[in-house]
């Protein structure tokens, strides 16, 4: 049973920083490439960011690039976003998705629960 737990999220100031992570369990987390996206109030919801299941390439929205780095650590099953500079827009529920494929696309089998973002001051 594929399980995706995101968490780290809250309430940052303009400016600020957090970091999200996300634990996966069920499936061989070293061979799927894994996915950051959210949903603003109102909005559909939006991949953020990519990750190969090696780690070795990466892909960025336009909007966060430059301030949010996707990493993973396949020892521990964890996928991170590192979010620096953070905006109010960047206001919204984060999930992560879990890819079919070893190679990121804008495909997703699973998603987790989410985990709130609130940039305000």
């Known amino acids: 049973q594929v399980q995706l737990v995101e968490s780290g999220g809250g309430l940052a100031q303009p400016g600020g920083s957090l970091r999200l992570s996300c634990t996966a369990s069920?499936?061989?987390?070293?061979?799927?490439?894994m996915s950051w996206a959210r949903q603003a109030p109102g909005k559909g919801r939006e991949w953020v960011a990519g990750?190969?299941?090696?780690?070795?390439?990466?892909w960025y929205l336009d909007a966060v690039k430059g301030r949010f780095t996707i990493s993973r650590d396949n020892a521990k099953n964890t996928v991170y976003l590192q979010m620096n500079s953070l905006k109010p827009e960047d206001t919204a529920l984060y999930y992560c998705?879990?890819?079919?494929?070893?190679?990121?696309?804008?495909?997703?089998?699973?998603w987790g629960q989410g985990t709130q973002v609130t940039v305000s001051s």
């Open positions: 990750i190969y299941a090696d780690g070795s390439d990466t």
């Open positions: 998705a879990k890819n079919p494929g070893s190679i990121w696309t804008y495909e997703y089998d699973y």
């Open positions: 069920g499936f061989t987390f070293s061979s799927y490439a």
